[in-house]
């Protein structure tokens, strides 16, 4: 039978590797595999697709049959942190979102008028006038959700029923819940644009029966008493107006003068809301019968022969004028005049007759009704403190010097004239010359590792240098050293090919110290020298017939383990 070790080594990559031990063949190849993981994560993270939101601020029906379409067209998909939006590959969501509008969704938690499109066989009067009022409602909400600032709303609306057997009939009311945007709020124009919307799309309803609410509770919408209330947030916020003008105006006339930063101004306002009515009633003197008013008249005519009297004289035009106006005072009394001597017929009385004129004029009244106006301003405190002027003097050197009276003086009349100054409303101007305390702007300088641009750098580059990391450290970790455990043999077989005899004399001079290679006496011992050969002989064949295995005994030598038996 031939002898193993004279049959031919494998060659090649097969005879480098099978002269590596259990350890090095595991940790080559854990190492290679680790290398080819890494790669393949760096290449799937760079290939990575870009998400962008689909739909976002859905309610759950929506979400829930948005989210089964997505699977069913095998769309990829993904939430935000909170569940808030949905996210889908961006290049992909112009498409999807047209091809779910074509199913129509999300279809939206509000429906409109569109409700009445539904109508079944059978609905009773209520059941029609109860959807009616949610079509209205859902109208409404749509409206008010298109308001930039409000994110959400809903609408309630309180219609009673109409009867004509009703002596009074109750009026309408609506509530509307508002939520914002964060970071937005509603300002007044809007807020009244809201209750003049929900109040004019009712019939009936007053914007005094709207109420706004939003998301915390807080009414937003004024109460229909808050006049009576005292002071609301209206009147603070007129009287910051109010101070804010005269503030301005301070400034304004002050800033040209000594600086823009060099003058400070506070403005306290006193205003008066308090509504007042005044009604006041005039009479004027009695005035001269042609221009007073007869309101009413009264002739009474006594005597003997008033009864049967006839009337008497010549007949023509005379006879037939009215009588003549009383020339008696307005307010005098009755008087009886009596006209003893006259005779019938010449438009006097008849002889012991009595005649009583009793005359009304109207009274001459004047009634004046004057309201007082709301907000107006009783008293201005103002209190103005300007900085020191600047005074170069010769030497071109820049110093602080205080303002003279006579500059104080002028400032002080120009800002009493600037806000109204009134001696007999009790205003007070006080105007301070003192310098200002020097404010040095430290610029805090933001280190390098933290400024925005630099973390979002670092960002982008965390992933493909942690991969390029963890790639380094398995390759000179496990791969490298298997690699040179593969290179050395190699390099062993060439020097044995060369030399067998010169190759295991170099090893032998390098371990001068391993008995097994060395003469155990002198060199003039024959017997010694002999040993010494054959063993060399023997060790030289051994190199010869199975280089790789010598390449192994002389690795462990050199690592200071034992070789295997």
């Not at 009022?133 to 409206?143: N, P, V, Y």
């Amino acid at each position: 039978m031939q002898d193993v070790a004279s049959l031919p080594a494998p060659s090649g990559i097969g005879q480098r590797l099978a002269g590596l031990d259990r350890g090095q063949r595991l940790r080559l190849a854990v190492g290679v595999v680790l290398f080819v993981a890494i790669a393949v994560a760096g290449l799937v993270l760079g290939r990575q697709a870009e998400w962008r939101v689909l739909f976002s601020n859905l309610s759950d029906k929506d979400g829930g049959a948005v989210v089964a379409q997505l699977t069913t067209m095998n769309v990829p998909y993904k939430y935000t942190e909170g569940g808030g939006a949905i996210l889908v590959p961006a290049d992909r969501v112009h498409d999807v979102r047209l091809r779910l509008a074509s199913q129509g969704l999300p279809r939206g938690s509000v429906a409109g008028f569109e409700m009445m499109d539904a109508g079944r066989f059978g609905m009773t009067q209520f059941q029609e006038r109860l959807t009616f009022q949610r079509g209205l409602e859902g109208e409404l909400t749509r409206s008010i959700q298109a308001v930039s600032s409000v994110a959400s709303a809903r609408v309630h609306l309180a219609l009673p029923n109409q009867n004509g057997f009703f002596r009074e009939q109750q009026k309408p009311s609506a509530s509307v819940l508002l939520s914002l945007h964060p970071g937005r709020s509603l300002d007044k124009a809007q807020l009244a644009g809201i209750v003049h919307l929900v109040a004019s799309s009712v019939p009936e309803m007053s914007p005094t029966a709207v109420s706004v609410l939003d998301d915390s509770g807080k009414l937003l919408s004024s109460a229909p008493d808050a006049a009576a209330s005292g002071v609301d947030a209206e009147q603070l916020q007129q009287t910051r107006q109010v101070e804010d003008l005269y503030t301005r105006r301070i400034l304004e006339i002050l800033e040209p003068l000594v600086g823009k930063d060099n003058v400070k101004a506070q403005v306290t306002a006193e205003l008066d809301f308090s509504q007042t009515e005044q009604t006041t009633e005039s009479h004027r003197p009695n005035q001269t019968p042609d221009s007073s008013a007869v309101r009413s008249q009264q002739i009474v005519e006594s005597g003997p022969g008033t009864a049967n009297a006839q009337p008497a004289g010549v007949p023509g035009a005379t006879t037939n004028q009215p009588p003549a106006q009383s020339t008696a005072p307005i307010n005098a009394q009755a008087q009886t005049v009596a006209a003893a001597g006259q005779t019938p017929g010449a438009g006097g009385l008849a002889a012991g007759a009595k005649r009583e004129s009793i005359t009304n004029y109207e009274v001459d009244k004047t009634v004046r009704v004057v309201k007082g106006a709301s907000g107006v301003v009783k008293r201005v405190n103002a209190a103005v403190v300007v900085n020191h002027q600047s005074v170069t003097d010769e030497k071109g050197k820049s110093t602080k010097a205080p303002l003279s009276d006579a500059q104080v003086e002028k400032m002080t009349a120009l800002v009493r004239e600037a806000i109204g100054f009134s001696k007999d409303r009790g205003d007070s101007v006080n105007l301070v010359n003192a310098e200002f305390a020097a404010v040095k702007d430290e610029a805090v300088a933001t280190p390098l590792w933290r400024q925005p641009e630099v973390l979002e750098t670092a960002r982008s580059f965390a992933w493909p240098l942690g991969l390029a990391a963890m790639a380094a450290v398995v390759f000179f970790g496990a791969i490298r050293p298997a690699l040179k455990s593969v290179v050395q043999p190699a390099a062993s077989a060439t020097a044995s090919s060369e030399g067998p005899g010169a190759q295991f004399a170099a090893v032998e001079a390098d371990l001068p110290e391993r008995p097994q290679l060395m003469a155990p006496g002198s060199a003039q011992d024959p017997v010694q020298t002999s040993e010494a050969e054959h063993r060399l002989e023997e060790a030289r064949k051994l190199t010869r017939d199975n280089p790789a295995a010598v390449a192994n005994i002389v690795k462990a030598w050199m690592n200071g383990e034992t070789p295997a038996a």
